[in-house]
């Protein structure tokens, strides 16, 4: 079967005519599971400001949190649900990883049916009719700035990963 080759008929296809609708739910089931949670300098930076975090302390997290470095990424292996995730909400919302704070805006749910329906089984928050109805060419800006910004990290490497 052909695929679409375009960010924006991959959303088109997707959404078949339909709009596009999310409310986070705050259920943190995007938190668990196995996956990978991919962090910058920058916001390993951030969380260790805005928890308040010593040398030492932020060290120590650090050894826990980050199984594997890539270009670009220091990446957090999870195989329940990510460390940060505390009483299931997120313990660094306002500096979440910018993975964290694009869902599901991800090129990845928008790539096939099959993904678009896994999103929907997992997250309550979407296509729920409590979101604001989104066309396909907001959804496909998203969509396209979550690639830009995800993909800046890992300019000097020949193999980019994607959410």
């Not at 990446?75 to 997120?90: E, P």
Request: charged share 30%.
């Amino acid at each position: 079967m052909h695929e679409p080759k375009t960010t924006r008929a991959r959303v088109e296809k997707t959404l078949q005519g339909q709009s596009f609708d999310f409310k986070c739910t705050a259920c943190g089931n995007c938190c668990k599971g196995p996956g990978d949670v991919y962090f910058t300098e920058d916001d390993l930076k951030a969380i260790k400001d805005y928890l308040k975090l010593s040398a030492f302390a932020f060290a120590r997290l650090k050894r826990k949190l980050i199984q594997e470095k890539i270009p670009g990424y220091y990446v957090h292996r999870s195989g329940d649900a990510c460390l940060l995730l505390v009483d299931n909400k997120c313990s660094v919302y306002p500096v979440r990883p910018m993975q964290c704070s694009t869902f599901p805006f991800w090129p990845s749910n928008f790539q096939s049916q099959a993904n678009f329906r896994q999103l929907k089984k997992e997250c309550p928050g979407t296509m729920s009719g409590k979101g604001k109805p989104l066309e396909a060419e907001t959804v496909t800006r998203r969509v396209r700035k979550t690639e830009k910004e995800f993909l800046e990290p890992q300019q000097n490497t020949d193999k980019p990963i994607m959410l």
